[in-house]
């Protein structure tokens, strides 16, 4: 069966790279997730490009002991920095108050999933700042050079703690 | 009397607009829906591109239509290369649209209307306070997206749709799981036409224009004709004729309107002109919500789309038994049988008629794009309408007529800008 939600057997970790490739910087926990997919990752891991799922990712994190998120995120750093910010410590801006979002955002669909008690037990939300998030489908150079290095450290993270 | 109402960004609703409502001494003044659409540079970066990356770029511009734009660009690009797609891939597509037209429809009756009734700010006070209904959408919503993984390869964006047919196929088994779930899902559609059904509709009535895809022998979601509620038919090469594209200030998007000022697409649209085709079933439920054709309150679009809930159910389970009976079996996609060419594809996204045009130069490149989605088509219409309602509904408090106003707009479930997904996040 295809079906895209749920781990099956002893898979324990769900890594997703969410965004738009057609909005440059906003593509890239898609790009991240891509890479990340092709190198060797430890038993019980899966990758998932996810692109835009809105309130879908709700259904895709159900279930999974541990869920990473990779994600253009606005923390008010320098282009290209990316952080490790745990989801129980993060305070998220949902999209009513912020910028225009298409469907809702990461924000709204942890809310919703905790409001469901179908959150995994651990949330972990790998950030890049973006540099340009408009129109077009590459990636600005400080995000660039930014992707090996956080994939790497994913990567790390999860033989680390599988 | 005097009131502005000035609501920026329409929560639940796809992407934003701004609805500006001006009434002083007791007349109305300004009445406009404000939309701040993503400039349409998805027809530029198209441009000398192979064809055959479109549907998978076009994907990407919605997050919900994914499979909508894919097909549709498909169906462009193998009408420009004199390609016809085979009765098997015509099936496969056919399901995959229904997986994304009853996703996209569990999502605005669930998310962004049923808050409105159910006197909730949105889906997330609910899910708290009636956690049954916000999971039953959600188990719909999977089974849904099952049923676009297992044809399509993925959920949101497709990957193993192609021109001229698939480069992947689902196995039988997995086509007889999804038929059982597909029964065993039928309690919650019951459940949900029950709900929709016992909501206070309001009551508004507003004749326009009604346009849609049509077909002569099925429900029709891709291909056909252009059929008008006003009499027209035209083949879809002739979408021009009917769409009439122009210009207003407040509005970055362009405006449609065919015989009358605006016209309607979408889920009303369909079922106005096309409910003769509806599934028995799915008539029941039109029966359920008193609805007949032709129905003429805009706020029962979202009505109307529960019906199609119940029809793309059945018509699920339908086309996997013919699925079935002969085996799905993998098959090359149909090569093309021009060097490049001029198309047009048009299929019934859950929002209502897209139109892709391509032109294919003969070295396999775009050298052109058209598209013209269904939300635009609505625009000019939603106006009227809000000129139309806010006269009857000047006397409620402001912050009645500013429900009353944002449950029209989130009626027709616009897709008004398929923007950024940007994360913010305050850091302790």
Known sequence: MTAYTNPVGSNHTLVIGIGNPLFCDDGLGVRAAELLASEDLPPGVQVRELGTPGWGLVNHIQGWQRVFLIDAVEMGEEPGVWRRLEASQTQFISANQSISLHEPGLADSLALAQALNLMPDEIVLYGIEPSFTGPGDELSPEVTNAIPSIVKTIKQELWKTT | MSKRIDVHHVTRVEGHGNIVVEIADSQLKECRFDVVETPRFFEAMLRGRPYIEASHITSRICGICATGHATTSLRASENALGIKPTWQTELLRKLSFHGEILDSHILHVYMLVAPDFLGVGSVIPLASSQPDIVLRALRMKKLSGDICAAVTGRHTHPIAMTVGGFTHFPKNGELEILRQQLEAARADVDATVELCASLPWP?????????????????????????????????????????????????????????????????????????????PRAKAAAAAFGMQPKVTNPYLNTAAQVVEIVHCVEDSINIIDQLLQKGVAPEDPVPPSTQGGEGVGACEVPRGILFHHYWIGEDG????????????????????????????????????????????????????????????????
Do not use: W
Request: contains cysteine; aromatic residues 8%.
């Open chain 2, 365 to 428: 490149k775009m050298t052109g794009a058209n598209c013209i989605i269904p939300t635009n088509q609505n625009i000019a219409n939603l106006e009227g309408d809000m000129k139309s309602l806010v006269p009857q509904i000047m006397d409620k408090p402001t912050e009645a007529m500013q429900l009353d106003l944002e449950m029209l707009v989130r009626a027709y479930d616009p897709c008004i800008s398929c923007s950024v997904h940007l994360t913010k996040v305050v850091r302790p």
């Open chain 2, 203 to 279: 009551q508004f009535e507003r004749d326009t224009e009604y346009i849609s895809l049509t077909r002569p022998d099925e429900y029709a979601f891709i291909d056909g004709e252009i059929i008008s509620s006003d009499g027209a038919r035209l083949p879809i090469e002739s979408y021009q004729q009917v769409t009439n594209e122009y210009m207003v200030p407040h509005s970055s998007a362009k405006f449609t309107r065919f015989q009358r000022d605006s016209y309607m697409v979408g889920a009303l649209a369909r079922f106005n002109n096309n409910y003769e085709q509806l599934h």
